[in-house]
């Protein structure tokens, strides 16, 4: 059994929730959580939607979490920027909410659109999960990235991510494709399991890593997150892991669960 668990860190989709859907059992792990008086944060790689979009989400499938207890790629993403690019002109590749996200913190942004075209030539290039990227976006990149000097970031490494309709390709697709004409790799990709995070998380939940609990679907995200910070970790099998990838994984979780609603036992040692 976990000892002494004093905060758990939630994945939201594949773990919580799929679409506006609560999963079966994630209330029971939830419940258990606020019964036991234990902090919780929700850290969802979704780089399109600010925390209160989460807590407006999360309400409609039933589970009341307040807009500071989330922190998405989005947020992780703006916060980085902040912090060592405020002053660049920044392009990215991304959805409409993660361009309101930015802008709203100050940054200097521009959305690369289907045209290709930029008013500003950019110092930084962030991409992210974008449903009308296209060739000539991806043309755009490759030149821009072909200069040095300008710097290129991704916001989430989540290739495939769960969705209402069956999973659909993420963030880390429009990376890679990106990084692979350019012949780059990103400086840094925000989301879990980066250290941007892990520093973020810990600092909203303000415990030790030996104290934190982390719950989610992804072996390489949500499990990654807590492994490399001495946190205990739990996979739930309703995301998409399944047992032929745990089997494959060098990263392994402590506990394996059906679902959320097997998580009581874990937070107590009664």
């Known amino acids: 059994m976990v000892m002494d668990v004093r905060g758990v860190i939630f994945d939201v989709d594949g773990t919580v929730v799929r679409g506006d859907e609560p999963i079966a059992g994630a209330q029971a792990g939830i419940d258990a959580v606020e019964t036991a008086g234990i902090r919780r944060l929700f850290v969802s790689n979704n780089p399109t939607k600010p925390p209160e979009a989460y807590e407006a989400r999360l309400e409609r499938a039933g589970i009341h979490v307040e807009a500071d207890e989330v922190l998405t790629a989005g947020t992780l993403t703006a916060a980085y920027l902040s912090e060592y690019h405020a002053d660049d002109r920044i392009a990215v590749v991304g959805e409409p909410g993660l361009v309101d996200l930015l802008s709203a913190v100050g940054l200097s942004v521009e959305r690369v659109d289907s045209s290709g075209e930029l008013e500003q030539t950019p110092d ?95 072996l390489d995200t949500d499990i990654a997150l807590g492994a490399q910070a001495g946190m205990t970790t739990a996979l739930v099998r309703t995301g998409v892991t399944d047992d032929d990838d745990l089997a494959a994984s060098a990263i392994k979780p402590d506990y394996v669960l059906d679902s959320l609603a097997e998580l009581p036992p874990l937070l107590s040692d009664t």
């Open 124 to 218: 930084t290039l962030v991409a992210s999960l974008d449903r009308e990227f296209d060739y000539e976006m991806l043309r755009a990149c490759l030149w821009l990235l072909s200069k040095e000097q300008v710097a290129f970031l991704g916001t989430d490494p989540d290739v495939v991510i769960p969705a209402p309709e069956g999973d659909v390709p993420g963030s880390g697709a429009v990376i890679d494709a990106i990084a692979n004409v350019a012949g780059r790799a990103p400086s840094a990709i925000l989301g879990k399991p980066s250290e941007t995070a892990r520093a973020m998380a810990l600092d909203r939940l303000d415990l030790p890593p030996e104290d934190v609990l982390v719950v989610g679907d992804r």
